[in-house]
């Protein structure tokens, strides 16, 4: 994603590669994984482009609420992040509580970007808290990499996670 930016310009970024995925693997639908900033784009997206072409969604450490760090942030999508912004309101308001497709929030009770960390849990989604990971390390965890496998293997299940050795 590009830094800085407006979140809502990654949307046709997104509804790109979409078409683009969509087109090569013959598939009627696709998945969405989204980690941080990302798993924001993922909403603008379904907001903008509907649910037709998705699957389902997941998102790793997603500040769905914002984050007290993005004040600190430089760029417009800093200040779409920030806890309560008016962009963070009305992408809220546009979903109100539900989602289209099955929704799966992993996060970290101790990641240091999003915080608080359960800016990350979201309503009608179903949340998966992992401990003992941090932000950038959901990407590379394997008890997130398992979380994320169960989320698309089947209907979506709420769990907690201990820590525990990646």
């Given at each position: ?20 995925v969509r ?61 309560d912004s ?81």
């Open positions: 994603l590009e830094p800085f930016c407006d979140i809502d310009r990654h949307v046709p970024v997104l509804a790109r590669r979409v078409d683009e087109g090569r693997s013959s598939a009627g639908k696709v998945v969405l994984i989204g980690h941080s900033m990302g798993g924001l784009a993922i909403r603008a997206y379904l907001r903008a482009c509907g649910p037709q072409y998705i699957e389902r969604v997941v998102t790793l450490g997603a500040p769905h609420h914002g984050s007290l760090l993005a004040r600190l942030a430089p760029g417009e999508n800093g200040r779409q992040m920030r806890p008016p962009w963070l309101r009305a992408l809220a308001a546009s979903e109100r509580g539900a989602f289209p497709v099955p929704f799966t929030s992993i996060y970290s009770r101790h990641d240091n970007l999003v915080a608080p960390q359960e800016s990350s849990r979201l309503t009608g989604a179903d949340n998966v808290a992992l401990t003992g990971v941090g932000h950038l390390t959901l990407l590379f965890s394997r008890r997130a990499c398992a979380a994320v496998e169960r989320a698309l293997a089947g209907p979506p299940v709420r769990s907690e996670f201990p820590a525990a050795a990646d």
